[in-house]
């Protein structure tokens, strides 16, 4: 998920190469609804996971992996190409994510076993990491002047795309036939439906450099004279990924052993909860200042992280979905305030490159810790990671919510 602050988009008319059919606002718009679908078709497989372990027998160290396995490679996305799309344009990279992900969707829909989820998930991590950098660029250039929209359309895309994700396939499994083959046609069939889409849009950034030097790859950056800056702003992401993935990874498991009957459904709820209400936050909280939003999300968070261990020791399905709607909106608001001073410091020409290294931090803050706590809660258990897993938040939450006071 991503917000921004913000870099006032490139002024004249020259940076637009192709005008293409659909005008700036429509662009903006579909780009927002482009967002949405990646987000939904990664949280997608997370109500699924429980009849991967049943038909295919891993552990849920394993399982970790396979969530790791997709941040890894966005993060290898990111790294490679995250400023792809500030080269070479928004339109060509958001193409090949688009075609990357289709065939993602392919391998999962038709899995065998567990060594093709991964090969799917890897896929899928690589088409949103190059996906992403290019939706963020494309939100900025397309926003009102002088707005924030892209901000906001931006983290409430994300938010709303995980919850639907999760929640929509968690209903599928639970009620359709053809449980981990339905939702995954469905999003094939959206995201052949989005080609059409990119291609009218227009394309604000012209291509700079020879060929040569726009295909190879380049590296996320950080603004100049600002790395001090941005590593203290950081600490916001390390606070909210670390929860989002951690969460995402073994939240739906916890939940179905809290609540008895549809299990698929309770298990995409958990997640729904969480990021619904980390969205909803952001859409009504939007015009908070990016420190303040920290300072009150923060809090929340902490707050959230202790319901959930408690609910862990009692078994309490209501206390823990309570704590994660409050979690969830912490999570939003620490995440809408960092993003936003983070990508604040981004010149116009970097946008999609400052962007990719704020990803790289937000899913190296997501995949590491879930694998943590997978080891830990197949040696130890379930109840024990969650503990676990609310401490170590609890410890990067308070950083980061005292990281908004430092005088620079």
């Given at each position: 998920?991503?917000?921004?602050?913000?870099?006032?988009?490139?002024?004249?008319?020259?940076?637009?190469?192709?005008?293409?059919?659909?005008?700036?606002?429509?662009?903006?718009?579909?780009?927002?609804?482009?967002?949405?679908?990646?987000?939904?078709?990664?949280?997608?497989?997370?109500?699924?996971?429980?009849?991967?372990?049943?038909?295919?027998?891993?552990?849920?160290?394993?399982?970790?992996?396979?969530?790791?396995?997709?941040?890894?490679a966005i993060l290898l996305s990111l790294v490679l190409f995250g400023s792809l799309s500030d080269h070479l344009g928004r339109r060509p990279v958001l193409l090949?994510?688009?075609?990357?992900?289709?065939?993602?969707?392919?391998?999962?829909?038709?899995?065998?076993?567990?060594?093709?989820?991964?090969?799917?998930?890897?896929?899928?991590?690589?088409?949103?990491?190059?996906?992403?950098?290019?939706?963020?660029?494309?939100?900025?250039?397309?926003?009102?002047?002088?707005?924030?929209?892209?901000?906001l359309i931006n983290g409430v895309s994300a938010g709303l795309g995980m919850a639907l994700g999760s929640l929509l396939a968690g209903a599928l499994v639970q009620?359709?036939?053809?449980?981990?083959?339905?939702?995954?046609?469905?999003?094939?069939?959206?995201?052949?439906?989005?080609?059409?889409?990119?291609?009218?849009?227009?394309?604000?950034?012209?291509?700079?450099?020879?060929?040569?030097?726009?295909?190879?790859?380049?590296?996320?950056?950080?603004?100049?004279?600002?790395?001090?800056?941005?590593?203290?702003?950081?600490?916001?992401?390390?606070?909210?990924?670390?929860?989002?993935?951690?969460?995402?990874?073994?939240?739906?498991?916890?939940?179905?052993?809290?609540?008895?009957?549809?299990?698929?459904?309770?298990?995409?709820?958990?997640?729904?909860?969480?990021?619904?209400?980390?969205?909803?936050?952001?859409?009504?909280?939007?015009?908070?200042?990016?420190?303040?939003?920290?300072?009150?999300?923060?809090?929340?968070?902490?707050?959230?992280?202790?319901?959930?261990?408690?609910?862990?020791?009692?078994?309490?399905?209501?206390?823990?979905?309570?704590?994660?709607?409050?979690?969830?909106?912490g999570w939003g608001l620490v995440f809408m305030g960092g993003f936003r001073m983070l990508t604040g410091l981004a010149a116009p020409e970097h946008r999609a490159?400052?962007?990719?290294?704020?990803?790289?931090?937000?899913?190296?803050?997501?995949?590491?810790?879930?694998?943590?706590?997978?080891?830990?809660?197949?040696?130890?258990?379930?109840?024990?990671?969650?503990?676990?897993?609310?401490?170590?938040?609890?410890?990067?939450?308070?950083?980061?919510?005292?990281?908004?006071?430092?005088?620079?």
């Open positions: 998920m991503t917000t921004t602050e913000l870099v006032q988009p490139r002024s004249g008319t020259r940076a637009l190469l192709h005008r293409g059919t659909l005008s700036r606002p429509a662009s903006f718009w579909f780009i927002g609804a482009l967002y949405t679908l990646f987000l939904m078709a990664s949280t997608a497989p997370s109500p699924m996971y429980s009849i991967y372990q049943q038909r295919w027998h891993f552990t849920t160290t394993v399982l970790t992996e396979v969530f790791a396995v997709y941040a890894v090949a994510g688009l075609v990357l992900e289709i065939a993602s969707m392919l391998v999962l829909a038709v899995a065998p076993g567990v060594g093709w989820l991964l090969v799917g998930r890897a896929l899928q991590g690589l088409a949103t990491g190059l996906a992403t950098s290019a939706i963020s660029g494309a939100l900025l250039d397309f926003q009102r002047p002088g707005s924030n929209h892209g901000s009620f359709v036939p053809g449980p981990t083959l339905t939702s995954y046609l469905l999003l094939i069939l959206g995201f052949v439906l989005a080609i059409p889409g990119v291609l009218l849009m227009p394309e604000p950034v012209a291509r700079r450099g020879a060929l040569r030097e726009v295909l190879r790859p380049q590296r996320p950056t950080v603004p100049a004279g600002k790395g001090w800056t941005f590593a203290l702003m950081a600490t916001t992401l390390l606070a909210s990924w670390i929860v989002g993935g951690m969460f995402m990874s073994l939240g739906p498991s916890v939940a179905k052993g809290l609540v008895s009957g549809n299990p698929y459904l309770v298990g995409g709820l958990a997640v729904a909860v969480l990021a619904g209400f980390g969205g909803l936050a952001q859409l009504l909280l939007s015009g908070w200042a990016a420190r303040r939003a920290v300072r009150f999300g923060a809090p929340l968070m902490l707050v959230g992280l202790a319901g959930m261990a408690a609910a862990a020791l009692e078994q309490g399905a209501a206390l823990f979905f309570v704590s994660s709607a409050v979690l969830g909106t490159a400052t962007a990719a290294l704020i990803y790289v931090v937000a899913y190296l803050s997501a995949s590491v810790p879930s694998v943590a706590l997978g080891f830990l809660s197949t040696v130890f258990g379930l109840t024990t990671a969650t503990l676990a897993f609310t401490a170590t938040a609890a410890i990067f939450v308070t950083t980061a919510g005292l990281s908004t006071f430092a005088r620079h």
